[in-house]
């Protein structure tokens, strides 16, 4: 189980930082990340992070994003900067079977993220 939040209305060029919490699972073992939804779009991957500590990003995000977990609070974090109208979308947190794909089948509500002009 994972419940995301943090999310908000902020203008461009500002800063949020998103929280997941993940249940049921052993999280220190598992890798991790975010996606997003915009509307009218398909989900699609934003950042992960190995049991390691690698991370991987999506193009569009790569230096204005950066990923981060909590093995001791079983949590998953997002910190956005630089913030465009185009990162506007709910953002979902997940497990991945693959580094940077394959997240697992269940989705928990996300947490919206509206980015103003």
């Known amino acids: 189980q994972v419940v995301e939040s943090g999310g908000g209305l902020v203008q461009a060029g500002g800063s949020l930082n998103l929280s997941c919490e993940v249940s049921g699972i052993i999280f220190s073992a598992a890798i991790v990340g975010w996606y997003r939804q915009a509307p009218g779009k398909e989900r699609e991957f934003v950042a992960s992070?190995?049991?390691?500590?690698?991370?991987h990003y999506t193009d569009a995000v790569r230096d204005r994003f950066s990923i981060s977990r909590d093995n001791a609070k079983n949590a998953l974090y997002l910190e956005m900067n630089s913030l465009k109208p185009e990162d506007t979308g709910v953002y979902y947190c997940?497990?991945?079977?693959?580094?940077?794909?394959?997240?697992?089948?269940?989705w928990g509500p996300g947490t919206q993220v509206s980015v103003s002009s």
């Open positions: 997940n497990l991945l079977r693959r580094e940077t794909d394959r997240p697992a089948p269940n």
């Open positions: 992070i190995t049991p390691g500590l690698r991370t």
